[in-house]
């Protein structure tokens, strides 16, 4: 178990900080849980010390920890028991890929509620968002034209 409180540092609504607040309880593991401002939360990290502008943050034992996959990963090496891991070399890459697909491909969603569900699974992140603007802009450019046109005959008469 580590020689020092840790300190847990997410947002209110960041599924991935709860998880770490999960895992560092089911460890045992003393902490305290700063809530950073959305947006601000960047900066709030860089003061900290961290290098990424993603929650959830660790401090422990002198060390930075950021992403939730790095730190299930260093918590069980940290504190092996309870494990967080699966013992079974199968059942462990399971788990491992069920935590980088939550990591890839889900916690995007709630960061676009609006247009989340357009996302197809195999994109690259966001370029379902630039190919809807690109639509959007092509029509409106295309609705222009069309009024450009009239405006010019309009003014040739």
């Not at 849980?33 to 929650?55: C, M, S, W």
């Not at 060390?63 to 070399?89: G, K, V, W, Y």
């Not at 199968?90 to 709630?110: C, H, K």
């Not at 247009?115 to 959007?136: I, N």
Request: with cysteine; aromatic share 4%; hydrophobic share 35%.
């Amino acid at each position: 178990m580590p020689g020092e409180q840790a300190t847990l540092y997410g947002l209110a609504l960041s599924h991935p900080s709860h998880a770490v607040r999960l895992m560092l309880d089911r460890k045992g593991i003393e902490h305290e849980f700063k809530e950073l401002l959305p947006g601000f939360h960047p900066v709030q990290l860089r003061i900290a010390g961290f290098r990424e502008p993603t929650v959830p943050a660790l401090k422990i034992d002198g060390r930075r920890l950021q992403r939730s996959r790095t730190i299930s990963i260093e918590l069980d090496q940290i504190c092996p028991e309870p494990p967080l891991f699966p013992a079974d070399p199968v059942e462990r890459v399971a788990v491992e890929n069920a935590e980088r697909w939550g990591e890839q491909e889900l916690q995007p969603v709630p960061r676009h509620p609006t247009l989340g569900s357009e996302r197809p699974p195999a994109d690259p992140p966001l370029a379902w968002r630039d190919r809807r603007v690109a639509r959007a802009r092509a029509a409106r450019a295309a609705e222009h034209s069309d009024r450009k046109a009239l405006r010019s005959d309009r003014r040739r008469r």
